[in-house]
């Protein structure tokens, strides 16, 4: 699994004019791609890792602030452009192999307390966020 991990001064998700979810003040808007080996317990792993990543002010994680999380499906993150002009999907999971994986990470991470909004996955999302920093990270697991 993939995760591009922003801190956020808010972040919303809008599909065909509604708002699908949003958060407000300091949080992180995470985008979460999935590949063909990914696994609930990587899916799990990544929660944890997403819980206790201090990268909020003063060197603080969600978990110690209670800051929300604003989780999107991106299967993007696993495209390749190496080669020609064109990007190739190959690394992606399939819809019905990532869906389940992403929603396991969001429920890992209310499992541990957290507030999760989500996109909605395989739909034509507009994600607006005010990028605190910038600061971006990459996350493997």
């Known amino acids: 699994m993939r995760a591009v991990v922003q801190r956020v001064d808010g972040a919303k998700v809008v599909v065909a004019g509604e708002t699908v979810g949003e958060i407000t003040g300091e949080g992180l808007c995470v985008l979460v791609g999935v ?40 299967f993007t993150l696993y495209g390749d452009a190496r080669k020609g002009r064109r990007p190739t999907w190959q690394a992606a999971a399939p819809g019905p192999v990532a869906e389940p994986l992403v929603e396991e990470v969001c429920a890992g991470l209310r499992a541990l307390g957290a507030r999760v909004e989500t996109g909605r996955f395989g739909a034509k999302m507009e994600v607006s966020l005010t990028n605190d920093g910038p600061f971006t990270v990459l996350l493997e697991v």
């Open 35 to 74: 590949t063909h080996d990914d696994t609930p317990d990587k899916a799990g792993r990544l929660a944890r890792k997403l819980w206790g990543l201090r990268i909020l002010e003063d060197e603080r994680s969600c978990s110690d602030t209670g800051a929300p999380l604003l989780v999107v499906s991106q």
